[in-house]
């Protein structure tokens, strides 16, 4: 159980009991409105799906933030770079 939790959370200091947090990075990507459907899923199931599955938080900007000129959303990803990593793998997979 505590390796799954150094794992996710944090990493030892040199074997001691002490636990460092993991540097948590954004990571921003847009997506065309027509394509956030496909990341978000039915009630928002497949969003967070991909969130818990890869241990970052994911929101995306309203719909109301488009203009016609813009029609990006924008999709950003916090949390360790290796868990931002899948994420966007995931993240980009979905949308193709």
């Not at 990006?72 to 990593?85: D, K, L, N, P, W």
Request: net charge positive.
């Amino acid at each position: 159980m505590q390796e799954e939790l150094i794992a996710t959370t944090g990493y030892y200091e040199n074997g001691l009991d002490k636990i460092h947090p993991l540097p948590t990075v954004p990571l921003k990507i847009l997506a065309h409105d027509d394509l956030v459907g496909r990341l978000i899923g039915r009630g928002g199931y497949s969003l967070k799906k991909i969130a818990a599955e890869t241990g970052t938080r994911i929101n995306i900007s309203k719909q109301a933030e488009l203009t016609p000129w813009n029609m990006e959303r924008t999709v950003t990803i916090a949390g360790s770079i290796e868990f931002c990593s899948r994420a966007e793998r995931e993240i980009s997979r979905r949308l193709r």
